[in-house]
């Protein structure tokens, strides 16, 4: 068999895009109840995905093939997503960052011999990636298990007296409404019109400010304030940073709770099933293969926790507006003057688009083998490319308009889980497995969308829609496998 | 058949260490609060200790198949 040593490279770039690292990065950054078992999970759900025995797509299913290319165009959605956010938190207009990883992911599709090497785009920035962190250590002079301990020991994430949005005000890059947990005087840094809701006991009340440079109003405990992204605004020294968590204990020990617990099992399945899919090798993996997917993988979770601890460390105001999508970014520019933090972070901006290139690549290869072993139509099959050339476009379009990236990355492992139903259910016949994945992927998608008008228990249930669209798929396939059987020795 | 046994116990295994790792954060003893040199146990096992476990075992297992 050929086993060419990218073939764990492979692998691991469809999982390690830019939409994983700023999520676990963000998570950590904010504190999120879930923070460290979503690191644990991102890491454990590819590596099972590894253990499988190798597969080629050359005896998929036609209906599993679709889902496929289904779940690999929603996964690159999720990523040109975070690809925008990290423009935003950049403070650059999302549609240039968007338009950045469409051109990226074209290039790669137009040109054959970049596209074979593009995968290895993932290791360019996965380094990127380890010289972001480590430059925020070496600035800091820190380790990260030490920046967590200086940031968990905060009696509260406060403004610094030198922080630019205390000095001279800054605007926050995208709408926004702020909660105050004390009371604190803002000053308005441009003319804007300021909607601040009040409450008393019960009762709320919103008013709208009408505000000119240098004036100020100042808001009680609970009061939350709508600004536009164009407001700029100054906060007072010492108050609490809007927003973010009161001290770093709460930081670093938040209240989980059974359902953080829940809601972790229902993330860590869908993700679980739709590496599974995904990431199943197509060959055996050389030894150096065997060492370095895992290691690879390994390294590029632990370095955006990493730079979500340091962010964390640099200071709560990195959590305000834009930022907050991807607040590693913008910590250099908080710690070091420039050109060093126009350095540390041009190295950040570029490991978020290295790896998105080794996805895009990665993901390009998985949708052109899909539909090759889909028997597809004439024009299809002269030109393999252009199902993922038409995907992307949708994905550009769709992306210039704000989404919750992970979410979406949930959404495509999840879609994609439903195709795994074919390897237990192969035992019934293609076309009984074809009528399983339909059907898991019909429902999937139904509760996807229907989510929101669903009562409570099952809009609970339907917030993780593979946990129940995956067996569903299973028994129908089970189902059709005995049917299609019993039809076929009733006609012998 | 060593290459079964190991790739199931290697399965197990990272189940295993998300298990454990959901015990912590959801146990009502808080054990995972539990401050270990200034970090929580729970950010110790999840951040460091299993993430290093699940990836060795992995190689293992991976290097014996192939």
Redesign the interface.
């Known amino acids: 068999m050929n086993r060419p040593p990218s073939a764990a490279l492979r692998a691991v770039a469809v999982w390690t895009g830019p939409v994983l690292f700023i999520t676990v990065a963000a998570r950590v950054f904010a504190g999120a109840p879930n923070a460290p078992l979503l690191l644990l999970a991102a890491l454990v759900a590819p590596l099972a995905a590894l253990l499988q025995s190798p597969a080629d797509d050359d005896d998929l299913a036609p209906m599993t093939a679709v889902v496929l290319c289904g779940s690999a165009a929603v996964l690159l959605w999720a990523n040109v997503l975070a690809i925008g956010d990290a423009a935003a938190a950049l403070g650059v207009d999302r549609w240039r960052g968007v338009a950045v990883a469409g051109a990226c992911a074209l290039i790669v599709a137009l040109w054959r011999a970049l596209a074979a090497r593009a995968v290895g785009a993932v290791v360019l920035g996965i380094v990127f990636a380890i010289g972001a962190v480590a430059g925020l250590g070496g600035v800091t002079s820190v380790a990260p298990w030490a920046a967590w301990r200086e940031t968990s020991a905060q009696l509260a994430l406060d403004f610094a007296d030198n922080s630019e949005w205390v000095t001279e005000g800054r605007a926050l890059g995208e709408a926004a409404t702020l909660t105050f947990a004390e009371s604190h005087r803002v000053t308005a840094e441009s003319a804007a019109t300021w909607r601040v809701t009040e409450r008393e006991g019960a009762e709320t009340t919103t008013r709208e400010w009408k505000l000119s440079p240098g004036d100020a109003l100042t808001m009680r405990p609970g009061d939350r304030l709508a600004l536009d992204a164009r407001a700029r605004v100054r906060f007072e020294s010492g108050k609490r940073v809007p927003g973010a968590l009161p001290s770093g204990v709460a930081w670093a020990d938040p209240d989980r709770g059974i359902a953080a617990a829940v809601n972790f099992v229902g993330t860590v399945l869908t993700l679980i099933g739709g590496a599974l899919v995904l990431l199943r090798p197509r060959h055996r993996l050389s030894r150096v293969g065997a060492v370095a997917a895992p290691a690879s993988l390994v390294v590029a979770i632990l370095a955006a926790g990493a730079a979500g601890i340091y962010a964390a460390h640099a200071g709560a105001e990195l959590g305000l507006g834009a930022s907050a999508r991807a607040p590693f970014l913008r910590a250099p520019a908080l710690l070091l003057t420039p050109p060093a933090s126009v350095a540390l972070t041009v190295t950040a901006a570029l490991a978020l688009l290295a790896l998105f290139v080794g996805t895009a690549a990665a993901l390009r290869e998985r949708v052109v083998a899909a539909v090759a072993a889909a028997e597809p139509p004439r024009l299809l099959r002269l030109h393999p490319d252009l199902l993922w050339i038409a995907m992307l476009g949708a994905v550009v379009c769709a992306s210039v308009r704000p989404a919750d990236a992970w979410q979406v990355m949930l959404t495509g492992c999840g879609l994609a889980a439903c195709a795994w139903t074919a390897r237990p259910a192969e035992n019934y016949g293609p076309r009984a497995v074809g009528v399983g994945v339909a059907c898991g992927a019909a429902l999937f998608v139904g509760l996807a969308l229907a989510r929101p008008m669903l009562p409570w228990g099952v809009a609970a249930l339907a917030a993780y829609p593979a946990l129940v669209a995956v067996p569903f798929a299973h028994v129908i396939a089970a189902a059709a496998g005995t049917v299609f059987g019993a039809a076929a020795r009733s006609y012998r | 058949m060593l290459k079964a046994v190991s790739?199931r116990a290697?399965?197990v295994t990272?189940c295993t260490?998300?298990a454990v790792?959901?015990v912590l954060?959801?146990d009502p003893l808080h054990l995972g609060?539990v401050r270990v040199?200034?970090?929580?146990l729970?950010?110790w096992?999840?951040?460091?200790a299993?993430?290093?476990a699940?990836?060795a075992v992995?190689?293992v297992?991976?290097?014996l198949?192939?």
Do not use: D, E, F, K
């Open positions: 790739q290697a399965v990272l260490l998300l790792a959901i954060a959801a609060g040199a200034g970090v929580s729970l950010w096992y999840a951040g460091v299993a993430p290093l699940a990836v992995t190689i297992a991976l290097a198949r192939s």
